[in-house]
């Protein structure tokens, strides 16, 4: 069984930066691109960011662009979200997910299988 746990959530300032984690166990890690997903109160689950399978494809909500990077140790077994030059409007309940299938990336929730139970991420202003 697949299992994500996230960690490095927090309240930080607008402007400051905070560094997710995500550890996967179960299954074959660097055979699956990974993603980041975001919900703030009363909206909908968003895309984040997504890497591929070695870490060489990424992509970005063009909300977060030049602001957030992810990266993965596929040695660990896990992914990173960076996010710097924090807004309050970043704040959200952060998921990583995996992504089920494909050779490309996916943006959308029903691609994505398994998921974390979610790290939350305050920045105030």
């Known amino acids: 069984q697949v299992q994500l746990v996230e960690s490095g959530g927090g309240l930080v300032q607008a402007g400051g930066s905070l560094r997710l984690s995500c550890a996967a166990s179960?299954?074959?890690?660097?055979?699956?691109?990974m993603g980041w997903f975001r919900q703030a109160p009363g909206k909908d689950r968003e895309f984040v960011a997504a890497?591929?399978?070695?870490?060489?494809?990424?992509r970005y909500a063009d909300s977060v662009k030049g602001r957030f990077t992810i990266s993965r140790d596929n040695a660990k077994n896990t992914v990173y979200l960076q996010m710097n030059s924090l807004k309050p409007e970043d704040t959200a309940v952060y998921y990583c997910?995996?992504?089920?299938?494909?050779?490309?990336?996916?943006?959308?929730?029903?691609?994505?299988?398994?998921w974390g139970q979610g790290t939350q991420v305050t920045v105030s202003s």
């Open positions: 997910a995996r992504q089920s299938t494909g050779r490309w990336i996916a943006t959308g929730l029903t691609q994505y299988d398994y």
């Open positions: 179960g299954g074959t890690f660097n055979s699956y691109f």
């Open positions: 890497i591929g399978w070695r870490g060489g494809t990424t």
